[in-house]
């Protein structure tokens, strides 16, 4: 069973930065492609950026395109997101989503919590 631990959230202000983390369980090549997800309240779940296998990164949602950036450490099984930036409509929790090879389910982890307040 493959476990997603994401970290890094907390309460910013305005204009400030955060870098998330999700660390796997195993390595992170195992999967086709891992990604970050928001869900802000009353809202649904949106795509924010994904990494596939390869390397190619890939931004999504029009309001994070230059402030947000996806990278991995392979050596770590890990994949971050770099949030700069930050404006009010950030607030959100935020999941790492892993997508396996040939799967038809995926993983996700139990989110981070993003706040963004003056």
């Known amino acids: 069973q493959v476990q997603l631990v994401e970290s890094g959230g907390g309460l910013v202000q305005p204009g400030g930065s955060l870098r998330l983390s999700c660390a796997a369980s195993?390595?992170?090549?195992?999967?086709?492609?891992m990604g970050w997800y928001r869900q802000a309240p009353g809202k649904e779940r949106e795509f924010v950026a994904t990494?596939?296998?390869?390397?190619?990164?890939?931004t999504n949602v029009d309001s994070v395109k230059g402030r947000f950036t996806i990278s991995r450490d392979i050596a770590k099984n890990t994949v971050y997101l770099q949030m700069n930036s930050l404006e009010y409509e950030d607030t959100a929790v935020y999941y790492c989503?892993?997508?396996?090879?040939?799967?038809?389910?995926?993983?996700w982890g139990q989110g981070t919590q993003v706040t963004v307040s003056s």
């Open positions: 195993g390595s992170i090549l195992s999967f086709v492609s």
């Open positions: 990494i596939r296998n390869g390397g190619t990164m890939t």
């Open positions: 989503k892993a997508t396996p090879f040939g799967a038809t389910s995926v993983y």
